[in-house]
């Protein structure tokens, strides 16, 4: 079993994220949440799938089921790949600090890696600002990220 603090580094993989990303604003404005699959490898987590899960959202959280990610990990079980930890938006927030109740949450759910995305309309520069942080609990620092 891996610790989070034997984590030093996550290397994401570039088109996933941008998938996520995608999925993650077609939401707004609720939350948007999913799972981070991968393996850990010499201290670097890879995150090499951004896997949607059935859930529910409002503007200021996201939660699901436990049965689906059981789902998910009968589907990937002979994948080679196991669960991360998951990854939500905090729409209309340039913040991406964990709440307190995403800190509940994460270590509910024993997460070795949370991805925080804020997504932010700037009016002045007609665009959304796009700002994603991996961290670990249980000193909530984000990682160095590396992207693949
Ligand atoms: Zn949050």
Not at 19 to 37: D, Q, S, T, V
Not at 108 to 132: D, F, H, Q, S, V
Request: glycine share 6%; proline share 4%; charged share 25%.
């Amino acid at each position: 079993m891996i610790a989070t603090s034997q984590i030093h580094k996550v290397c994401v993989y570039k088109n996933e994220e941008n998938g996520f990303k995608k999925r993650a604003i077609a939401a707004l404005p609720n939350e948007y949440i999913e799972l981070m699959w991968g393996w850990v490898e010499n201290n670097v987590a890879y995150v090499a799938a951004f896997v949607p899960i059935h859930h529910k959202a409002t503007k200021a959280g996201a939660w699901w089921d436990d049965f689906e990610v059981d789902i998910q990990k009968a589907e990937t079980e002979n994948a080679g790949i196991f669960l991360l930890g998951s990854i939500h938006t905090h729409p209309e927030r340039s913040t991406t600090e964990l709440s307190s109740f995403d800190i509940k949450e994460l270590q509910k759910r024993g997460e070795l890696i949370t991805g925080i995305c804020a997504i932010e309309y700037k009016p002045t520069k007609n665009r959304l600002i796009y700002k994603c942080r991996f961290s670990y609990r249980p000193g909530l620092l984000p990682f160095e990220v590396e992207y693949l």
